[in-house]
């Protein structure tokens, strides 16, 4: 059965193998639509993640709305509800950025090709 904190998990691990198969460049990540290809698909994964990060407050809220959310130290719970609530629309309007900053960074590396001109394989 998959949850949606196991979906966040394995969207980690999957950009930890990207990031393990990017190490070098090689058949598949050699040449500048390579670049292109992986920025468009970084960006549209940061436009996903403000959402994705607000609505992982909905389980404490719900808890917290009827009254069961408990802390280690005992003390009550509203502020520390209060301070994740802050804390997450940080990281939302923060992931926003990053969003425009790779949607930016997609846009620079579209008019890259590579010059085939007399190679007949590619050269690093």
């Known amino acids: 059965m998959t949850t949606p904190d196991r979906n966040a998990a394995q969207a980690g691990d999957l950009i930890r193998q990207f990031n393990h198969d990017t190490i070098t ?3 598949g990540w050699q040449y500048p639509p390579h670049t292109y290809a ?19 407050l909905r389980p404490v809220e719900h ?6 959310v408990t802390l280690d130290s005992g003390a009550a719970p509203g502020p520390a509800v209060k301070h994740l609530r802050e ?15 790779l949607d930016h960074a997609h ?3 579209s008019p890259m090709g590579l010059d085939t001109r007399g190679l007949t394989e590619f050269e690093d």
């Open 25 to 27: 460049t090689g058949d």
């Open 38 to 56: 992986a920025l468009g698909s970084l960006a549209y994964l940061a436009r996903m993640l403000p959402q994705a990060i607000e609505q992982t």
């Open 63 to 68: 808890t917290h709305k009827v009254g069961r």
């Open 87 to 101: 804390a997450i629309e940080t990281a939302a309007d923060i992931a926003g950025l990053l969003a425009q900053a």
């Open 107 to 109: 846009a620079a590396s």
